[in-house]
Nanobody, 124 residues
Framework: QVQLVESGGGLVQAGDSLRLSCAAS????????MGWFRQAPGKEREFVGA????????YYADSVKGRFTISRDNVKNTLNLQMNSLKAEDTAVYYC?????????????????WGQGTQVTVSS
């Protein structure tokens, strides 16, 4: 069965960096677009970034553009999110997700599979 497992979250101070990873199993990883979403307490889940399965095309929310970098390793079946210059407003549970076809990757409805999430807390 398909499983996505996030890791790398933690408690850091503003200005610090974190690298999140998502290990995928049970699917042909390189045929899926992959995305990162986050959800803060009391807020809706929001798009963070995404990467297509070919050409390495990436997309980012304006709030993280220039600070976060999404990447994938199709050999190791892993998705990564390098987060630099973290801000308090980046505090949220971060989820990785997989989309089986080309679509609007900015919306959660494009994704079929989701991980359980990893907590990122940034203190100011």
């Amino acid at each position: 069965q398909v499983q996505l497992v996030e890791s790398g979250g933690g408690l850091v101070q503003a200005g610090d960096s974190l690298r999140l990873s998502c290990a995928a199993s049970g699917l042909t990883f390189d045929t899926y677009a992959m995305g990162w979403f986050r959800q803060a307490p009391g807020k809706e889940r929001e798009f963070v970034g995404a990467i297509r399965w070919s050409a390495g095309t990436t997309y980012y929310a304006d709030s993280v553009k220039g600070r976060f970098t999404i990447s994938r390793d199709n050999v190791k079946n892993t998705l990564n999110l390098q987060m630099n210059s973290l801000k308090a407003e980046d505090t949220a549970v971060y989820y990785c997700a997989a989309a089986p076809r080309v679509s609007n990757l900015y919306t959660s409805t494009a994704y079929k599979y989701w991980g359980q999430g990893t907590q990122v807390t940034v203190s100011s």
